[in-house]
């Protein structure tokens, strides 16, 4: 992301950050993986995870290597967005157009914001999750890094 706007000296507004909850995540990056190359190991995927999460907070935190590209920073937590987008889009400045409406009822065959939504309403946490997945999440995810964006570990 920065690397990109120094290389073509862009300087943008807003570095906006998004995450997701580790638990929900898992059951993201699986299907993703699975859809496209079909190789998925937990252990890379959270030491990913960790690193990205942990390098974004310095950028929250205005390390001097992002000021040249980014003027300010901020993170949204997805399902936060999901459950109330127009007040988590003005926590970073972005108002919704007029008129704008998330649907009370979600159809299944809405795309793909609308089903991941309906999921969250519906499930919540462990998302689907045995007990041996939520072990190993909550053993894989580095809490120091989850709990700078209000996470925390969870067990059933």
Do not use: C
């Not at 942990?54 to 936060?80: C, M, N, S, V, W």
């Not at 919540?124 to 894989?140: A, M, N, Q, R």
């Amino acid at each position: 992301m920065a690397r990109a706007g120094r290389r073509y000296g862009v300087v943008a507004d807003a570095a906006i950050v998004m995450i997701k909850d580790p638990y929900s995540w898992y059951d993201s990056i699986q299907r993703w993986r699975a859809r496209t190359t079909g190789n998925f190991n937990p252990y890379v995927e959270f030491t990913r995870f960790n690193l990205l999460y942990y390098a974004h907070i310095q950028l929250l935190e205005g390390a001097d290597i992002y000021k040249p590209t980014f003027q300010e920073a901020h993170f949204i937590r997805y399902e936060d967005l999901l459950m109330q987008p127009d007040e988590e889009m003005e926590k970073v400045g972005v108002k919704l157009e007029k008129g704008w409406v998330m649907p009370e009822r979600l159809d299944q065959s809405g795309n793909s914001w609308d089903r991941e939504r309906e999921k969250m309403y519906r499930k919540g946490f462990p998302y689907g999750l045995s007990k041996d997945v939520i072990k190993l999440v909550t053993e894989l995810t580095d809490w120091n890094v989850a709990r700078y964006y209000g996470y925390d570990y969870r067990s059933l």
